[in-house]
């Protein structure tokens, strides 16, 4: 599998945010997108995960199939798509059934286990705190299993241990033959080449 | 209150048909509000009419339905707006249920928690205005037929305005125009008096038609808005 952008320009509000990108990943490679605020992380991930209209160039995962790019990728913005009047238990139920591809998954319970989150999986969300509600977004990576990984920011309000577990799952995710593409200012914890972005405007 | 752990796997439309029933239920009132706001409204025309029984009768089909518009737009410019705020817009998109039927089960979730109590309430209120008995089903089916319309109408402004932080008063000057038919004929197939000369089941075919078109041009318009609102 591998993940290729080729000359990508994307626009926002009639300014030029990215010229020309680009870059191939292959199987089980990591990407770091880093760079300054405002140098475009997040439009190169939302214009990857085809949100955004695409000025010019093309993104393509290879091999193709009648899904498009934003069907086989997990999205983790800024916000945690997590209704705060549900539960954690039922947050989770609904993205496995939302997001599965027919892949598999770990069961939601043991989604909730491995993110250390048990003890609040009945607790409506709007209890939890933004790093519990971070490590139930991460959480959904799991339950449903998709090759491309797009990642925003993914260890925003983590606390050290949280951290470790992230960077556990992403490397079971890499030897898996997975893809990531993460904009992050802080060490994702994988091995990972670096794009940066901003630098040539 | 949360259920015991459902192991049975749903399809994405059922799990966020189920969802947004669940929250909506748990989330301000849910369906009780609604019907108590068409109440207030009910009875707020009422009381500026007067005590002209003769004349409130006669104009009640009409207060219902206008009363019964304004409860089923009232928070539908949220439908698409908490989702696009808490992000979950953004994984609709990655789905691979098509986005249409994401509106359409939207759509269809919201109606049962307000327009259908509405119809169901319609008989009730319609008795304080001094309906005449044979006059409640007739409101009663034209609400029941022409809520879903003014719901799915609705649901394009709420696409519209999804990334404006208050959209309220923009999404009812841009919905109440296009709901003027569903009202018309809501109105005519539910007056009955004699003086109203069409009957009730031509204004109610073209009411159910109007619902119909509705349900097919509706969800095409507010998943274009959504895909091109930028998000």
């Known amino acids: 599998m591998q993940l290729s952008a080729s000359h990508l320009t994307v626009s926002r509000g009639g300014r030029t945010i990215i010229?020309?990108?680009?870059?191939?990943?292959?199987?089980?490679?990591?990407l770091a997108v880093t760079g300054p605020n405002g140098a475009g992380k997040s439009t190169l991930l939302r214009a990857l995960a085809g949100f955004l209209p695409l000025g010019f160039g093309a993104v393509t995962l290879s091999p193709g199939t009648d899904q498009?790019?934003?069907?086989?990728a997990h999205y983790v913005g800024h916000a945690d798509a997590l209704k705060s009047s549900l539960t954690l238990n039922e947050n989770l139920h609904f993205l496995a059934d939302l997001l599965d591809a027919?892949?598999?998954g770990l069961p939601?319970?043991?989604?909730?286990?491995?993110?250390?989150?048990?003890?609040?999986?009945?607790?409506?969300?709007?209890?939890?705190?933004?790093?519990?509600?971070?490590?139930?977004?991460?959480?959904?990576?799991?339950?449903?299993?998709?090759?491309?990984?797009?990642?925003?920011?993914?260890?925003?309000?983590?606390d050290e241990p949280a951290r470790n577990l992230a960077a556990q799952i992403l490397s079971g995710h890499l030897a898996e033959g997975g893809l990531i593409v993460a904009a992050t200012h802080a060490e994702l914890g994988v091995k990972a080449r670096e794009l940066k972005l901003g630098a040539l405007s | 209150m949360t259920g015991a752990r459902r192991l049975k796997k749903k399809s994405a439309l059922a799990a966020l048909f189920f969802r947004d029933i669940r929250s909506g239920r748990r989330v301000g009132g849910g369906?009780?509000?609604?019907?108590?706001?068409?109440?207030?409204?009910?009875?707020?025309?009422?009381?500026?009419?007067?005590?002209?029984?003769?004349?409130l009768g006669k104009v009640a089909p009409?207060?219902?339905?206008?009363?019964?518009?304004?409860?089923?737009?009232?928070?539908?410019?949220?439908?698409?707006?908490?989702?696009?705020?808490?992000?979950?817009?953004?994984?609709?998109?990655?789905?691979?249920?098509p986005l249409e039927l994401i509106i359409v089960v939207k759509c269809f979730a919201h109606w049962l928690l307000t327009g259908l109590p509405l119809a169901a309430a319609a008989p009730v209120f319609g008795l304080m205005l001094n309906l005449p008995v044979p006059e409640?089903?007739?409101?009663?089916?034209?609400?029941?037929?022409?809520?879903?319309?003014?719901?799915?109408?609705?649901g394009i402004g709420a696409a519209l305005t999804v990334s404006l932080r208050r959209g309220g008063l923009l999404f009812a000057v841009l919905i109440l125009p296009l709901c003027i038919p569903s009202l018309i004929f809501g109105v005519f197939a539910a007056d009955a008096s004699e003086t109203s000369a069409v009957g009730f089941v031509a204004p109610f075919l073209i009411l159910c038609a109007l619902t119909l078109?509705?349900?097919?041009?509706?969800?095409?318009?507010?998943?274009?808005?959504l895909r091109h609102a930028g998000v």
């Open chain 1, 68 to 72: 498009s790019i934003a069907e086989r």
């Open chain 2, 136 to 154: 409640l089903w007739r409101v009663t089916l034209s609400l029941l037929a022409g809520t879903p319309a003014l719901t799915l109408t609705g």
């Open chain 1, 19 to 30: 010229a020309g990108l680009s870059f191939t990943l292959s199987a089980g490679e990591c």
């Open chain 2, 213 to 225: 078109i509705a349900a097919v041009v509706a969800p095409v318009a507010a998943a274009a808005a």
């Open chain 2, 62 to 97: 009409a207060i219902l339905w206008v009363a019964g518009l304004l409860a089923t737009l009232l928070g539908l410019d949220r439908l698409f707006q908490a989702d696009h705020e808490d992000g979950s817009l953004d994984l609709f998109l990655t789905s691979s249920a």
């Open chain 2, 31 to 55: 369906t009780s509000l609604g019907i108590v706001f068409f109440l207030i409204l009910v009875t707020v025309f009422a009381f500026a009419i007067g005590p002209d029984l003769k004349l």
């Open chain 1, 102 to 104: 027919g892949l598999g």
């Open chain 1, 108 to 158: 939601v319970s043991a989604a909730i286990a491995k993110m250390g989150l048990a003890h609040a999986a009945d607790l409506p969300v709007a209890c939890l705190s933004a790093g519990q509600k971070r490590r139930a977004a991460l959480a959904r990576l799991l339950v449903a299993r998709r090759p491309l990984w797009l990642l925003d920011e993914p260890l925003t309000a983590l």
